[in-house]
């Protein structure tokens, strides 16, 4: 989705999300909240965002790609509001759906979330054991990317747990395996 277009069509944007709350097109009302999403976090629009993920949530018969995108979402919002055990049902939710659907990519983007939420709340030995989780399985899958993020992550906790070697460590691979990537 791209930012400035949907930034310049946000009342049709609104129209289409009423036009779909209000004729119950379950299946296009969790498609568009996901889209719209990192636009109106960008520009700050979180009550209105909060309002479509509630609602887009409370629809359950959504798609289970769309459903597992919105739940994302209300996760990094419950997360960002410092609801961290509403950010665990969420991602309990999320991560038990992409399981069902065998989507890997999707199971350790909610494991990464489960480990950020952990981290946050100070459960550094959960977020560092979900990280090397992560990590392990990334690198068995050959992602390259994943398993990068995963190695500056186990630095974060490694910080949270005033352990400046080990931080650093990780930090200067990470950033090792993200310049193999290309990504400075």
Excluded at 55 to 79: K, N, W
Excluded at 110 to 121: C, Q, T
Aim: net charge negative; hydrophobic share 45%; proline share 1%.
């Amino acid at each position: 989705v791209h930012v400035g277009r949907i930034g310049a069509e946000v009342d049709n944007v609104r129209s289409a999300l009423e036009w779909a709350r209000d004729e119950r097109e379950n299946d296009a009302l969790p498609r568009l909240v996901a889209a719209v999403n990192r636009v109106w976090t960008n520009r700050g629009h979180y009550e209105e965002l909060d309002k479509w993920l509630s609602l887009a949530l409370e629809r359950a018969e959504s798609p289970v790609g769309a459903r597992m995108s919105v739940l994302r979402a209300a996760t990094g919002r419950a997360m960002y509001s410092g609801d961290y055990a509403r950010a665990d049902e969420l991602i309990a939710e999320w991560r038990s759906l992409a399981e069902q659907a065998g989507d890997e990519n999707q199971v350790l983007t909610a494991l990464n979330s489960e480990a950020l939420n952990a981290a946050e709340r100070g459960e550094v030995d959960h977020a560092r054991a979900q990280f090397n989780v992560i990590r392990d399985r990334a690198r068995a899958a050959g992602d390259r990317d994943r398993l990068a993020a995963a190695t500056v992550n186990l630095g974060l906790v490694a910080m949270y747990s005033a352990d400046w070697e080990a931080g650093l460590a990780y930090a200067t691979k990470g950033v090792d395996l993200f310049r193999e990537l290309g990504d400075d």
